[in-house]
């Protein structure tokens, strides 16, 4: 079985997450990075195929050189991964789309709401996969916390706790990451609600279950100047009755990439840390506390099947990340990946993220959440 | 210097809280329990008298004979402290402060904010120590990290987020602890509010120096059939803008006392953890960890003073609810002893609880808070 | 049922121990600090006597002086606590038992073997209780570790790995804490060995239930001039075959009272450290961790008679004292309390030191370790 | 600049080694996997290859067949990589440098320390680089610690304690990967002293900087009927006379790779533990304890180039492992890769082994480790 081929959009010189992308997109040897338009600069795609160590006539300076060439060739790339900043998705989505190539992006999905209506829009048209790397939902263990949810051992949920603590932006928004994401023209009206925040929120509905329905938010822009929000509180309800909150920040001074969640339900609890991810923390009601360890003997499928070392060997970030991949090449040969986030995922996120910025700016106290 | 001596209201059997302040009010040997009305009934009175192992003589049936037969002696109580349910706490204050005696009472200092100001007018008519035993500000390192926001450390305070996790009413309360906690003509309107939110507020407020001017409640009774808030989420803004979040749950499987606060500047942050209170984490932004350790070498005065052992052997619960005696001993000897919450502190506690129940009764979004 | 009396050894001004043991003592109150000898020095004594805030009349210039008044007194002393400098452990304990008073005392027991030796003579002439303050056999968890151990949670136990890391004594040892432990005319021939890794010796053969029969010892005094060992390994064989390791170290830089203890059998795993001392982690051969919480839903009743706190208030090193002095009031009311230290010991600590000292000395390789 | 060709001796089905050298090869996109005699079998070889979804012709049969055919492609492999069982790895590497390829192996180099020797005479013959996959020497962290103490961070090292618990040979020896280790004909003389003692004695050497220059070792064989050692204790000396203790062992239930090590200097002290490897514990002399984030502001340039994630994204194993490969590929193309543990490295963990196992054998007390 041959390697799916990846051309790569965005991830130019300075981007951290277009080599996140390629070392997880080819982790598995399912897929293979062979072509990109990695800047909208020529030069500079060039320089970053250069890094990549693909043939130099792949490093394309647009993505029109990029869908003729590749189409002419026999072994063309089968999909595209889009890694740019935020504005960049939808154009680069529907360009692909619109070419006959299935898209991976990251998120969010796009910069509003109604890009995201739009994207779905031609999605469905095109009838090809979409998949978005909600990276964290690939961890072997948050998938471990889903498939016990859905058995039933925390009883029913609820309570949400999921918190996303950053210090990076505390200060100035200096540098090629942090001056996109602080300009409204570039990463959408939600700063840290969109870059983070939608992570929270994605985490919450993919262990949980549950569908957030109602939600209470207050963002805020805590730094000096700052024109997009960089701390977040949300409340949630979810479609059950279970109540939630989401904090996210990124003026948090010390806070490094401090996602963790727990899910509280009638018969048991849960803790989950995306710093310390290879372990799982259960509760039960009579007080017991159990450590279920990444690889080891008590996890089930799911995680099983999604780890490459024995327990005890760490796993990461861009071990998780590749599972995202890893799903997403399934769902490209046809076999099923029911866990891969997708156009829903991307809608449900892009939708909260407008819900909350337009709640928080009026004061609206509770709102409805909905697609 | 001769000890003083205490006259305990409750804490008969089957209260853990009664021994808990007995060891804490011993600890430093500058309090000792010689009398008490231990419980409303005098066969358990007595009974509760023998287990503290007091002259038989001074385990009282009631107040007033309490209150009389000590003034009668030479070697009388010089203080009250008051350990009972809420719903006594107002009455026994009154009374005692009327008998001329200081009075130490477990919080929240009344049921309601009423009765609360109706305490202040008693104390302040009476020219008496009044002390509430908010144990948690007790910690050496809770006092380290008050010291240090106020020298400067984390810069201009941005942020607090607190919480205070518990998961043992998440079944049936049952049990003395439980029942009355959970029944508002005992515990007050707030439930979680009062018993553990009360903690968490009074912390945000006496580390980060600053008072909280406005609210957002959310307060929930997770257990079907709970008469009174278990699960409680409140926002904050502070006096000089800050924001804040407040968490606190006693739905939450598997937490045990999870208090935990962080707070964050515009030039660092720190983390404090009741569970493993003898170290406390600060961060600058400039990107560096370090871990403060009780008893070391790099903790300031306030907290040196509050420390009984070296670093490495940890002291925890009682320590820090001595602590709180300490501070009202060197009020009753006529010291300074700025640290101790007191009746203002008491006002606070309960306009939260008040404000609280009845912004998220209504719903009625961001409130202020005055006392 | 009266407090018992208790007169004090040592403890004068600035002996962190001295008010260690009064606190511990007096937590439960089944006993009183009523009178001691704090210093040879009599305004010494009688300075520390009014630090403990007792009758300035019991604070004697010398042991006889106190036996003779105390003995005068109706409410005279029930025993002795001595909390010297080891080098008057022995002198003081044949006194005390000579006139007729029970003795606890801190450890090592004595200097030296020989003096042990002569020290359990006089316990047995006198036909008296002996208790020796193993604080760290004291905690909850160390109980709970004891007694599933001898349930067969693990099976057999076939290794020991006990680790007591200190940093404190890495530089030149300054101050009454750390003089005497490096003079082997007050400390013994033995210095960390004797000061730490008799607690680390005691606690193996306390939780695994087996002895030690065979050591290979390996002491440095790795600070220059050090007249004592200051770090110290010890490879162990315990009487059913199992092997051991023992780590002790006052040179560590950064640790502070790092013990911890591991035992592993055919069946199980264990996992405790002083410093969190609150957790118990239990492994099985079929790959599940359980954390055992201190006075949680797991615990057994060795453990859960000895907490004071419900679980999540940490209890600490104050706590496990306490529980050695609880023991030590039982015995002396007649009851039973069969995990007090006692004479044997204290025979078998002074015979690990005496021996691992000897072999180390001459690189002796393994020895027998008998008393 | 063009990917290096790897080709893979060992790793077939069943073999979870072959995968992580494939991934942690490919990683960095400097290498790629092309070819390989995967298992002594011609079909399980083939599926291996199929698994790996390499070109199905370059999965081969064996060696000879393997060297000759990729010398005669024009994009023939430009090294192999051993990752079989230990006593292939002579010939695997003795055929290879035979046939003009570099090597880069699994550890241990060989079975025997006699092995090592001929395979140290073969490299130096050939002129190959030749490179040994001490994972562990690939953190960021590990790089970090050794940077700092080469740069005196901690002064003078006087002290190293490394600890490798691990749990899965507690009981029955079952499975691929269990029987070969237990089998001295295929393990060589050693067994967990080889297997994981090797990468703790690496460690010791490479962080310090210091040479162990004598030992003292005690090895068990605990699992009744095991045929080689599966509990370990070594006593250390280094060139500059600190003081060592090595623990390796495969029968701790519960543990799984709990690689952990502790240095100390005369002016601090360093913390690291392999199953949380991004942080680094700094401890100084004066009292303070920083953490070291790996990826963050705090560490130097070894490190720093061996991330790949911001901080607050986990790297584990396959990254640090990916960073020895990358030290590989770099020694391939001319440059400079200090740090790539190579045949002395190969030498002096043999002799480790062999002396560990001779002195234990023998009860020889301490004994010199030369090479």
Known sequence: MRRLRMGMIGGGPGAFIG???????????EIELVAGVFSSDAGRSRAAG???????ARAYPDLDTMFAAEKAREDGIDFVSIVSPNHHHLP?????????????????????????????????????PYGLTHTYSGYPLVREARARVAAGQIGTVRKVVVEYPQGWLAGEAVGKQAEWRVDPARSGPGGCIGDI????????????????????ADLGAVVPGRQVDDDCTVLLR??????????????????????????????GGMVWKQEVPNTLT??????????????????????????????GHPEGYLEAFANIYRDF???????????????????????FIATAVEASNNRAGWVPLTV
């Open 329 to 351: 090449a399934a769902v490209l040969r046809g076999e099923e990946a029911p866990l891969l986030p997708g156009i829903d995922t991307a809608l449900r996120g892009m939708a």
């Open 197 to 216: 925040g939608t992570h929270a929120f994605q985490l919450t509905e993919f262990i949980s279950g549950q569908e957030v329905t109602e939600i209470l």
């Open 282 to 311: 259960l509760h039960t009601l009579d007080g017991r506390t159990e450590i279920i360890h990444a690889a080891g003997t008590q996890i089930g499928p799911d995680a099983a099947s999604r780890t490459r070392t024995p327990t």
């Open 50 to 56: 250069e890094s990549y160590r693909i043939d130099p």
């Open 238 to 267: 979810f479609s059950n009755g279970a109540r939630g909150v989401l904090l996210a920040s990124q003026i948090e001074v010390g806070e490094m990439n401090g996602l963790r969640i727990r899910l509280y339900g009638d018969k």
């Open 92 to 128: 680069a989505a529907r360009a692909a789309l619109a070419a006959g190539l299935p898209v991976i992006s990251d998120k969010p999905a796009t910069t509003t709401f109604a890009e995201a209506k739009e994207l779905a829009g031609h999605v469905a048209a095109a009838g090809l």
């Open 19 to 29: 080599p996140v992308h390629r070392i997880a997109a080819e982790m598995d040897r």
